[in-house]
């Protein structure tokens, strides 16, 4: 059984450009979550996907944006990238939308 | 809005001493997790608490889980080296489909 991958592993972007990031759930799994967490602090929840549907967002500009796909990864697109988006970005997969989720290993994004 | 609250923030410890670190949540909550995080790594899963009374063990590290309280707590029995990482704890409610994370304990272990 394959776990939850992510792609790229490190990112380095340039203030106002735009990046996709990737995420490939788990086998069985139709539920993406993505976490944003900045340097020093804890996961911060930026949204979740359920059978290619936005089902909850947290505090997160329109700016940040995603998709789901009928195979259940999903990408991350960031427009117009901000210093302060320099983060690791998790994306974890359920069961379905309640289950434990399970996190992959990160896609490390520095902006400059 | 569910918060979470982990203290302490930083716990510095020596080999073979025990300590715990607590985890305050501020609603009703349908799972609390730990995890485990080493620097510049992704999360790993220590354990899942789903009921009032809960406790779970894994090597020197116990996690107990009090509803009524809002409070869980991770136990260190005589502490190693090995185990100096960030711990976070983090919890969901039906609701929200959502993990919400503690600020994390970052701890480290010294000879």
């Known amino acids: 059984e394959t776990g939850v991958t992510q792609s790229p592993t490190h990112l380095i972007k340039t203030r106002g450009q735009q990046v996709t990031l990737r995420c490939s759930s788990q086998?069985?799994?139709?539920?993406v979550s993505w976490y944003q967490q900045a340097l020093g602090q804890g996961p911060q929840f930026i949204f979740q996907?359920?059978?290619?549907?936005?089902?909850g967002r947290g505090n997160f500009p329109p700016r940040f944006s995603g998709l789901q796909f009928p195979n259940y990864s999903s990408e991350l697109n960031v427009n117009a990238l901000e210093l302060d988006d320099s983060a690791l970005y998790l994306c974890?997969?359920?069961?379905?939308?309640?289950?434990?989720?399970?996190f992959g290993p990160g896609t490390r994004l520095t902006v400059t | 809005e569910l918060k979470v609250e982990q203290n302490p923030l930083f716990l510095s410890m020596q080999e073979g001493k025990n300590y715990t670190i607590y985890c305050n949540y501020s609603t009703t909550s349908d799972r609390l997790y730990w995890y485990r995080q080493d620097p510049g790594k992704s999360l790993e899963s220590l354990f899942v608490?789903?009921?009032?009374?809960a406790v779970k063990q894994e090597g020197r590290l116990m996690a107990s889980l009090d509803t009524k309280a809002r409070l869980s707590t991770l136990h260190i029995t005589a502490a190693v080296h090995d185990l100096s990482a960030t711990y976070f704890c983090a919890v969901d409610t039906s609701d929200t489909d959502k993990l919400i994370f503690g600020t994390g304990t970052r701890l480290q272990v010294f000879p």
């Open positions: 996907y359920y059978r290619e549907e936005e089902n």
């Open positions: 608490l789903l009921s009032n009374g």
């Open positions: 086998s069985g799994h139709n539920t």
């Open positions: 974890a997969s359920s069961l379905n939308r309640i289950d434990e989720q399970y």
